[in-house]
């Protein structure tokens, strides 16, 4: 099964500081059709202003996942841990028992990002934080995060993966997926997957699929996580 989830027909929010976009239900957006794709539960589209951002707040019991597009955050949170992930860097916390953290844009221009949150195979984990590059070839996916001891990225608390491309123009991709969930978000450009389009922006839930076949309609960016 294939669902396209436009841009346009997100949930939304925005004030002073955030615009954000949300795939699934999150905050005071609900729609009981969106309420995530197998044990992925959040996955927000956010452009944060300069100079402002996320106060401290708590967390647990949840992986997440933050993909930098544009600009930089600056983390702090309970741990002592100190730091800035920026563009062509993924950001991975464990909240696990519980973690209060704070994410801030001290950059000159906006940030945008994604945040995606997974839920964890068990409660009570210990609670980490870790940022690092991924590789930027291009014409393959990489693995940014996992759940899976064999793959060389950041740990997540589930059997999951969080996967990112760059692909050239009428560039094609098969990708054979390991779990019965995936959900696919481009970041820039578009590409076809079977008779559907995926624009910037844009959602693609698939369930029970074997494997995903990618053709770029322009140079494109994506990012998909795989999920029981």
């Not at 984990?125 to 060389?152: C, I, K, Q, Y």
Request: hydrophobic share 40%; charged share 25%.
């Amino acid at each position: 099964m294939l669902e396209l989830r436009p841009f346009a027909d997100l949930g939304t929010f925005r004030n002073e500081w955030l615009n954000a976009h949300y795939h699934f239900s999150f905050a005071d957006y609900a729609d009981p059709s969106r309420m995530g794709a197998g044990k992925l539960r959040v996955w927000n589209d956010d452009v944060i202003a300069a100079g402002t951002g996320f106060p401290p707040h708590a967390h647990r019991d949840m992986e997440i996942v933050t993909y930098i597009r544009e600009g930089a955050i600056t983390h702090e949170d309970s741990l002592g841990n100190r730091g800035r992930t920026e563009a062509g860097q993924v950001q991975v916390m464990s909240a696990g028992t519980g973690i209060r953290h704070a994410e801030y844009n001290r950059e000159a221009g906006p940030t945008t990002l994604f945040q995606i949150w997974i839920q964890p195979r068990s409660a009570g984990l210990a609670p980490r934080w870790e940022t690092r590059p991924f590789p930027r070839s291009r014409g393959r996916l990489e693995v940014l995060a996992s759940g899976f001891s064999g793959d060389d990225a950041p740990l997540i608390n589930q059997d999951a993966r969080v996967l990112a491309a760059t692909l050239d123009k009428d560039f094609r991709l098969v990708h054979r997926l390991a779990s019965p969930h995936a959900y696919l978000v481009v970041s820039r450009g578009s590409v076809r997957v079977g008779d559907l389009t995926v624009g910037p922006r844009d959602g693609l839930f698939l369930h029970g699929e074997p494997e995903i076949a990618l053709a770029a309609q322009d140079d494109a960016e994506l990012v998909l996580v795989e999920t029981v």
